[in-house]
């Protein structure tokens, strides 16, 4: 289940379509780089392109965490602080680039600066949601790009 932004209901005109509070995925793929999601219930394609451009959002407390410890959401990494083994602060988690070769951790440095790191056990050995901090052990030169 999905929530649309508050407001996000109202219609804009007379006749509008009128969002639903909560809309449920019914199925999603990638089509030509984009995100091409169904929704139970929108069977028409006016009703879907009522849909273009809503901000939609997910409880996170209603996304059950990954079986493989290995495995995070999103959502779990960000703002968590990026430390070297040796516990030197790097900087932030500000957010997760999906590439294709390899997840990449958006750091931010101190300064607003941003570092690719990518999220390969090589690079990053240890993730301690409990302790809010990821260990990173770059390879010389890779916070310099």
């Known amino acids: 289940m999905l929530g649309a932004e508050?407001?996000?209901n109202e219609?804009?005109?007379p006749g509008?379509?009128?969002?639903?509070e909560e809309l449920t995925v019914e199925a999603a793929r990638w089509h030509q780089?984009?995100?091409l999601v169904a929704f139970e219930g929108v069977l028409d394609r006016n009703v879907a392109e009522a849909l273009r451009g809503i901000l939609l959002s997910v409880d996170s407390a209603d996304v059950a965490p990954p079986e493989d410890p290995e495995e995070f959401h999103d959502h779990q990494l960000v703002g968590l602080a990026v430390v070297t083994p040796a516990g030197e602060r790097l900087g932030e988690v500000a957010r997760i680039?999906?590439?294709p070769a390899s997840d990449l951790l958006?750091?931010?440095r101190p300064g607003g600066r941003d570092a690719l790191i990518p999220f390969v056990k090589a690079i990053v050995p240890e993730v301690d949601l409990a302790g809010g901090r990821v260990v990173v052990d770059p390879p010389g030169g890779l916070l310099d790009l």
């Open 97 to 99: 680039d999906h590439a």
């Open 106 to 108: 958006v750091l931010r």
């Open 11 to 13: 219609p804009t005109e």
């Open 16 to 20: 509008a379509y009128q969002v639903p």
């Open 6 to 8: 508050p407001g996000a």
């Open 33 to 35: 780089g984009r995100l």
